[in-house]
């Protein structure tokens, strides 16, 4: 999925109104328009929660209330640098979740946010499907394996060396 800051609202409005014209208006596909309009985005924002709404005949609470169930739907941009700890099982039963809470505290975000700097956002993913490799975290498109709380820190330290090189190049 495309990297995106938190996008304007005429350009959300503009998009919106392309998803919407593919979809069709049933609340039982709620979901899946969703799933559309975070693929476009990178997550839901607030004005396409109220067109969703506004689409299916329903309020912006009930929208927002389906979305927020699932672990799936984040209501703030992507970080320049998207952060995701896999949660699956094999990687939860060997400290997935420590890894998690450390780059919580290490970040100062809860998971589904960005740092302040519109860096670094924080996610919870499924199995990704590198289960030999648990726990399990990515960054961009590069795979952590094997990690573990004290690794947290170096493994942010390299990223911002390898981000700064290669603005260099
Ligand atoms: S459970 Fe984490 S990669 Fe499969």
């Not at 969703?34 to 067109?51: C, H, T, W």
């Not at 927002?64 to 952060?83: C, D, E, M, Q, W």
């Not at 648990?134 to 960054?139: F, L, R, T």
């Amino acid at each position: 999925m495309e990297v995106q800051a938190g996008v304007e609202k005429e350009t959300v409005k503009e998009r919106l109104t392309e998803i919407l014209a593919l979809c069709e208006r049933d609340r039982s596909r709620l979901i899946p328009i969703l799933q559309s309009v975070q693929d476009a985005f990178g997550y839901l924002p607030r004005e396409a929660i109220l067109e969703v709404a506004s689409y299916l005949g329903m309020t912006d609470v009930q929208v927002y209330g389906v979305a927020s169930f699932y672990n799936l739907f984040r209501f703030t941009p992507l970080g320049k640098h998207p952060i995701q700890m896999c949660m699956g099982t094999a990687c939860h039963v060997v400290g997935g979740g420590l890894v998690l809470e450390a780059l919580e505290r290490v970040l100062d975000i809860e998971v589904g946010g960005i740092t302040e700097d519109g860096e670094l956002s924080l996610d919870r993913v499924a199995c990704i499907g590198c289960c030999g490799l648990a726990p399990v975290m990515v960054i961009g498109k590069k795979i952590y394996p094997k990690m573990t709380p004290t690794k947290v820190d170096e493994a942010l330290v390299n990223l911002k060396i390898e981000t700064k090189e290669a603005a260099r190049d």
